[in-house]
């Protein structure tokens, strides 16, 4: 299909995305789609240039390098007759191609190639520069066919750096042999100039019969919460207002008075004849509510010099419950609907509620549109020209996540329905209407064996909903998915002459960003997707709204870092918003050509993942000195796309706690992402997103940060980096009990120890837990092990003994980390325990997810009861799975710390597992004092230990291994004379 580049032009202010391919028929040959005129409107600079640096196939005459482990081949070439070759054939190995290059400093650098591994082999891109050398992406798994890898890189200041191209990489991957083909760099100007004040979230609406476009964004001026509403005319900015705390204020009952604002959420807004209406979820005392303002401008004058909408009094929408989030809204005759997410009733629901546009009206009555026994999440809404209004959102039910809608039309909303089907996990839709026509576009990804939080497969999907399915535009495959790697929230509208248009976030590597990329679909098929930024941004939406040619877009771009060497104290990263343009030239509608939407095959299976969890284990009770506890599980350390490690597959923060809440049917969750990745405002949202998340008595949510220190000389520093002299102090998790803490806390802010630490933080209440105990992947660098120097039992009541990395019981456990230190004695948590530390245990994932579970048993599922259930170390890991296990001897239970008895200890121990429990061993002081092979699921054992030995101190603990690997660790009981 010829098609050609459409062009952009931004408005205001001041990101890119990936995915692989599908049974859908390609569209008959047709007539080019016209191209979209640039028209400058009100630009802060020009469109950022782009100019390709280097581009080769390893073809005759073009550029080659000296090869190093590679060879040129014409076994296998994706174009042209030749590629690139080279193998690895044991673990840890790796061949890499150095292309040194040369650009004007201040640009960016977007590196592609092609790769085709045997032996789902792995390849990984990384820079190298004055600085330093960090990495850009990389593919742990390539499949046997032509897979496309891209990344973006800033330059170095002097213009000069090396790219380095590791293909093949056996480390973390299996060996085999890979080529390489297509290797294309280009550069591009800077993104626009950021602004001071931190924008984010931005919404934007265009008004036909007065031809303005309005667009609010969630604002943080040194430290303060406000909406800023902009309007623009003629293609320039006519004005700006900010809704402050008093003005997103409801008026207060008789005697009340509300509280301050602590809290705002994504914002939405659509437009009406001469104005517009604002929903925007503000928190205060507490709870969040949708806050719908009307704004019109005075109707006398000349439109074009009319002031910016000026606000009315709010309307507060309240479903119930703490939670009122995520509103979607349109505009049908002289009302407003708006549908949003609330945590009403006994699941997280979808409702909805007509907002008179005459001020002197109330809003309608408030209905619930999905299941009441189904969590859903992320509405959306449409209207169509005969007046009638559809929602979708997504939900989990039937151990699968879909999309839903309900149509309202009669005056009434009818009953919903399922709209799609695929095995995959499929979440926010985004609607659009042409005519009558509803048009959806949603996410659909995956994940492999049980990393539930580490994304390998995320794909954007449009279709026309009909009454028999989705019916998907031709080209779908070839214009979305085809190369193009990990994409996120997609949006969608239609402009005058019937054109679709498309925006998504496209990552832009594994540490960097999100670009905003935009795509169009006519009659003669798709165009070529272009950035609306050559920026990057975070995962928000970039949401469109239609104009008479074309389409507003606006988009949030930011710096926020891209590598591990900006760490420490900084003055904070910028985020800002941009207003872009497309236009294209007068044409005619015409029916775009559909096929019943065909997806392509995937292994990837969710009711196959929550079986290997258990995520639907039985709750259990159990009744232990005339208190009946329960068991709640929870994943205390869990990064989201704020964490550079792994930026383009951990998810938002809202997916993640979607995933533990639904998917894995956990009961208690922390987002613990880097501290050297947070400044006030990402502190600020980050909490703000942890509360409104939060579902008491169903779902628990902490505030939480990764303390991660990796730079701190060793204890002696004149003595070599080794065993028992490593680096300090290791990483730990602080959880806290406030949701409203005002602070977080980076280890490289200085050489300060995890005791400064708690100085730090003062009278908070918190607790600080150890992980990857025994790490030495970096040799004692980067990752060091945890410095057991520094204990505190209240402070730091339990460690992570095992993660992602596998566990760090003692040297040479069942599943040791690959990682772990070579020896034992120093760092495991044995060893702890054989310094004297009081510490409990506990398990949770890292990066990922799926990898390690926290049982607690408390009295309720409130914050109190788990937190200081956690600080009584009443607490146990398992591998991953959900399994039971309770130990006792008498009134102690596991955690507890009593006086040693005279004489004989009885001990019970209480198991179940979805597996046959293979071995399970009683811990003494670190040796076995008794072990039993059940070849049960269930069990209750009592057990004597007759002869304690006479040590000034006893710990027991038990340990379970079942058939299917997975394991679990009880906090030990401590006996002290």
């Given at each position: 299909?010829?098609?050609?580049?459409?062009?952009?032009?931004?408005?205001?202010?001041?990101?890119?995305?990936?995915?692989?391919?599908?049974?859908?028929?390609?569209?008959?040959?047709?007539?080019?789609?016209?191209?979209?005129?640039?028209?400058?409107?009100?630009?802060?600079?020009?469109?950022?240039?782009?100019?390709?640096?280097?581009?080769?196939?390893?073809?005759?005459?073009?550029?080659?390098?000296?090869?190093?482990?590679?060879?040129?081949?014409?076994?296998?070439?994706?174009?042209?007759?030749?590629?690139?070759?080279?193998?690895?054939?044991?673990?840890?190995?790796?061949?890499?191609?150095?292309?040194?290059?040369?650009?004007?400093?201040?640009?960016?650098?977007?590196?592609?190639?092609?790769?085709?591994?045997?032996?789902?082999?792995?390849?990984?891109?990384?820079?190298?520069?004055?600085?330093?050398?960090?990495?850009?992406?990389?593919?742990?798994?390539?499949?046997?066919?032509?897979?496309?890898?891209?990344?973006?890189?800033?330059?170095?200041?002097?213009?000069?750096?090396?790219?380095?191209?590791?293909?093949?990489?056996?480390?973390?991957?299996?060996?085999?042999?890979?080529?390489?083909?297509?290797?294309?760099?280009?550069?591009?100007?800077?993104?626009?100039?950021?602004?001071?004040?931190?924008?984010?979230?931005?919404?934007?609406?265009?008004?036909?019969?007065?031809?303005?476009?309005?667009?609010?964004?969630?604002?943080?001026?040194?430290?303060?919460?406000?909406?800023?509403?902009?309007?623009?005319?003629?293609?320039?900015?006519?004005?700006?207002?900010?809704?402050?705390?008093?003005?997103?204020?409801?008026?207060?009952?008789?005697?009340?008075?509300?509280?301050?604002?602590?809290?705002?959420?994504?914002?939405?807004?659509?437009?009406?004849?001469?104005?517009?209406?604002?929903?925007?979820?503000?928190?205060?005392?507490?709870?969040?509510?949708?806050?719908?303002?009307?704004?019109?401008?005075?109707?006398?004058?000349?439109?074009?010099?009319?002031?910016?909408?000026?606000?009315?009094?709010?309307?507060?929408?309240?479903?119930?419950?703490?939670?009122?989030?995520?509103?979607?809204?349109?505009?049908?005759?002289?009302?407003?609907?708006?549908?949003?997410?609330?945590?009403?009733?006994?699941?997280?629901?979808?409702?909805?509620?007509?907002?008179?546009?005459?001020?002197?009206?109330?809003?309608?009555?408030?209905?619930?549109?999905?299941?009441?026994?189904?969590?859903?999440?992320?509405?959306?809404?449409?209207?169509?020209?005969?007046?009638?209004?559809?929602?979708?959102?997504?939900?989990?039910?039937?151990?699968?996540?879909?999309?839903?809608?309900?149509?309202?039309?009669?005056?009434?909303?009818?009953?919903?329905?399922?709209?799609?089907?695929?095995?995959?996990?499929?979440?926010?839709?985004?609607?659009?209407?042409?005519?009558?026509?509803?048009?959806?576009?949603?996410?659909?990804?995956?994940?492999?064996?049980?990393?539930?939080?580490?994304?390998?497969?995320?794909?954007?999907?449009?279709?026309?909903?009909?009454?028999?399915?989705?019916?998907?535009?031709?080209?779908?495959?070839?214009?979305?998915?085809?190369?193009?790697?990990?994409?996120?929230?997609?949006?969608?509208?239609?402009?005058?002459?019937?054109?679709?248009?498309?925006?998504?976030?496209?990552?832009?590597?594994?540490?960097?960003?999100?670009?905003?990329?935009?795509?169009?679909?006519?009659?003669?098929?798709?165009?070529?997707?272009?950035?609306?930024?050559?920026a990057q941004g975070r995962w928000q939406p970039a949401g469109l709204a239609a104009t008479d040619d074309g389409v507003l877009a606006a988009v949030q771009y930011d710096d926020l870092v891209q590598t591990g060497k900006t760490r420490g104290v900084h003055p904070g990263w910028k985020s800002d918003v941009a207003v872009v343009a497309a236009a294209a030239p007068p044409a005619e509608s015409s029916p775009l050509p559909v096929a019943p939407l065909?997806?392509?095959?995937?292994?990837?299976?969710?009711?196959?993942?929550?079986?290997?969890?258990?995520?639907?284990?039985?709750?259990?009770?159990?009744?232990?000195?005339?208190?009946?506890?329960?068991?709640?599980?929870?994943?205390?350390?869990?990064?989201?796309?704020?964490?550079?490690?792994?930026?383009?597959?951990?998810?938002?923060?809202?997916?993640?706690?979607?995933?533990?809440?639904?998917?894995?049917?956990?009961?208690?969750?922390?987002?613990?992402?880097?501290?050297?990745?947070?400044?006030?405002?990402?502190?600020?949202?980050?909490?703000?997103?942890?509360?409104?998340?939060?579902?008491?008595?169903?779902?628990?949510?902490?505030?939480?940060?990764?303390?991660?220190?990796?730079?701190?000389?060793?204890?002696?520093?004149?003595?070599?980096?080794?065993?028992?002299?490593?680096?300090?102090?290791?990483?730990?998790?602080?959880?806290?009990?406030?949701?409203?803490?005002?602070?977080?806390?980076?280890?490289?802010?200085?050489?300060?120890?995890?005791?400064?630490?708690?100085?730090?933080?003062?009278?908070?209440?918190?607790?600080?837990?150890?992980?990857?105990?025994?790490?030495?992947?970096?040799?004692?660098?980067?990752?060091?092990?945890?410095?057991?120097?520094?204990?505190?039992?209240?402070?730091?009541?339990?460690?992570?003994?095992?993660?992602?990395?596998?566990?760090?019981?003692?040297?040479?456990?069942?599943?040791?980390?690959?990682?772990?230190?070579?020896?034992?004695?120093?760092?495991?948590?044995?060893?702890?325990?054989?310094?004297?530390?009081?510490?409990?245990?506990?398990?949770?994932?890292?990066?990922?997810?799926?990898?390690?579970?926290?049982?607690?048993?408390?009295?309720?599922?409130?914050?109190?009861?788990?937190?200081?259930?956690?600080?009584?170390?009443?607490?146990?890991?398992?591998?991953?799975?959900?399994?039971?296990?309770?130990?006792?001897?008498?009134?102690?239970?596991?955690?507890?710390?009593?006086?040693?008895?005279?004489?004989?200890?009885?001990?019970?121990?209480?198991?179940?597992?979805?597996?046959?429990?293979?071995?399970?061993?009683?811990?003494?002081?670190?040796?076995?004092?008794?072990?039993?092979?059940?070849?049960?699921?269930?069990?209750?054992?009592?057990?004597?230990?007759?002869?304690?030995?006479?040590?000034?101190?006893?710990?027991?603990?038990?340990?379970?291994?079942?058939?299917?690997?997975?394991?679990?660790?009880?906090?030990?009981?401590?006996?002290?004379?």
């Open positions: 299909m010829n098609t050609r580049r459409f062009g952009l032009s931004i408005l205001f202010g001041a990101a890119m995305a990936c995915v692989a391919s599908t049974g859908l028929a390609e569209p008959p040959p047709q007539a080019p789609p016209a191209s979209i005129a640039l028209r400058q409107v009100q630009a802060v600079r020009d469109v950022p240039r782009e100019r390709v640096v280097l581009q080769t196939g390893f073809e005759e005459g073009q550029p080659l390098w000296k090869f190093n482990g590679h060879e040129l081949t014409d076994a296998r070439a994706r174009t042209g007759k030749r590629s690139l070759t080279g193998q690895v054939t044991r673990e840890k190995q790796a061949v890499i191609l150095e292309v040194p290059l040369k650009a004007p400093p201040g640009q960016r650098l977007r590196i592609e190639f092609y790769v085709w591994s045997q032996g789902r082999t792995g390849c990984a891109l990384w820079w190298k520069d004055a600085s330093g050398r960090y990495p850009v992406t990389r593919l742990d798994e390539a499949p046997p066919r032509w897979s496309k890898i891209d990344g973006d890189v800033p330059f170095s200041p002097d213009g000069s750096g090396v790219l380095q191209v590791v293909a093949p990489t056996s480390h973390g991957s299996p060996p085999g042999r890979m080529w390489v083909d297509d290797l294309t760099v280009t550069a591009t100007d800077g993104p626009p100039a950021l602004g001071e004040d931190v924008r984010s979230f931005p919404a934007v609406a265009f008004d036909p019969v007065d031809k303005t476009a309005y667009v609010a964004q969630i604002a943080r001026p040194k430290g303060r919460l406000c909406v800023e509403m902009r309007t623009f005319r003629e293609g320039r900015l006519a004005d700006e207002r900010t809704l402050t705390d008093e003005a997103l204020a409801a008026p207060p009952a008789a005697g009340a008075k509300p509280g301050p604002l602590t809290g705002l959420a994504a914002p939405a807004v659509a437009a009406l004849p001469h104005g517009c209406i604002l929903a925007v979820p503000v928190e205060r005392d507490g709870r969040w509510k949708v806050a719908c303002i009307v704004c019109r401008p005075p109707m006398a004058g000349d439109p074009s010099k009319r002031p910016t909408a000026t606000p009315r009094t709010p309307a507060l929408l309240d479903a119930g419950g703490a939670s009122n989030i995520s509103p979607a809204v349109v505009v049908s005759g002289k009302t407003a609907c708006v549908v949003w997410e609330s945590n009403s009733g006994d699941a997280r629901g979808i409702y909805a509620c007509s907002v008179p546009l005459d001020a002197a009206a109330t809003p309608g009555k408030i209905i619930r549109l999905s299941a009441p026994d189904a969590n859903s999440y992320n509405p959306a809404l449409v209207a169509l020209a005969d007046g009638s209004l559809f929602a979708a959102w997504d939900s989990f039910r039937d151990n699968s996540c879909h999309i839903y809608g309900a149509a309202w039309r009669d005056g009434k909303w009818q009953g919903e329905r399922r709209l799609t089907h695929d095995a995959r996990i499929e979440r926010h839709p985004r609607l659009a209407a042409w005519k009558n026509e509803v048009w959806m576009a949603w996410q659909a990804q995956s994940f492999k064996g049980i990393r539930i939080n580490a994304v390998n497969e995320q794909r954007v999907l449009v279709a026309r909903v009909d009454a028999d399915g989705l019916k998907a535009p031709a080209g779908l495959a070839k214009a979305l998915w085809s190369g193009r790697g990990l994409l996120v929230r997609p949006q969608i509208a239609f402009d005058a002459a019937g054109r679709l248009w498309l925006s998504a976030r496209q990552s832009m590597g594994q540490h960097t960003g999100w670009q905003a990329t935009l795509w169009r679909l006519d009659a003669g098929g798709w165009s070529p997707p272009a950035p609306l930024l050559h065909e997806m392509p095959a995937t292994e990837f299976s969710l009711p196959a993942f929550r079986e290997a969890v258990a995520a639907d284990f039985p709750r259990l009770t159990h009744e232990h000195d005339d208190r009946e506890l329960t068991l709640f599980w929870g994943d205390l350390h869990d990064h989201t796309d704020l964490s550079i490690c792994a930026r383009s597959t951990n998810p938002p923060g809202g997916d993640l706690f979607a995933n533990e809440r639904d998917l894995e049917r956990l009961d208690f969750c922390a987002l613990t992402d880097h501290g050297y990745n947070f400044d006030a405002p990402q502190w600020a949202y980050n909490a703000e997103q942890t509360r409104n998340n939060h579902d008491e008595g169903r779902f628990v949510t902490f505030l939480g940060l990764e303390w991660t220190s990796s730079a701190n000389p060793p204890e002696n520093p004149s003595k070599p980096v080794g065993v028992g002299n490593a680096q300090r102090y290791g990483h730990h998790n602080l959880i806290f009990l406030d949701s409203y803490h005002k602070r977080f806390y980076d280890a490289y802010d200085g050489d300060i120890s995890p005791a400064d630490l708690w100085k730090r933080i003062g009278d908070a209440e918190f607790i600080c837990i150890p992980h990857e105990l025994a790490d030495w992947q970096h040799l004692g660098r980067g990752n060091p092990p945890t410095d057991w120097s520094f204990h505190d039992e209240k402070l730091q009541p339990v460690a992570e003994i095992f993660q992602a990395r596998q566990s760090y019981e003692y040297f040479g456990c069942p599943r040791q980390s690959k990682t772990g230190t070579p020896a034992g004695g120093h760092y495991y948590l044995q060893d702890a325990w054989a310094k004297g530390i009081v510490i409990g245990t506990i398990a949770s994932p890292d990066h990922g997810g799926g990898m390690g579970k926290v049982g607690v048993w408390a009295d309720k599922l409130t914050r109190r009861d788990i937190f200081e259930a956690l600080r009584a170390r009443h607490t146990y890991g398992t591998s991953g799975a959900k399994m039971g296990l309770f130990f006792s001897a008498g009134r102690a239970m596991m955690g507890d710390k009593v006086a040693r008895p005279s004489g004989p200890i009885r001990f019970q121990v209480r198991a179940q597992a979805q597996r046959e429990i293979k071995e399970l061993v009683i811990w003494r002081n670190n040796k076995i004092a008794h072990r039993i092979e059940p070849g049960k699921k269930e069990l209750r054992i009592e057990w004597t230990d007759a002869n304690p030995p006479p040590d000034k101190r006893l710990w027991y603990y038990v340990r379970i291994h079942c058939a299917d690997d997975e394991l679990a660790w009880t906090s030990p009981i401590w006996f002290e004379k």
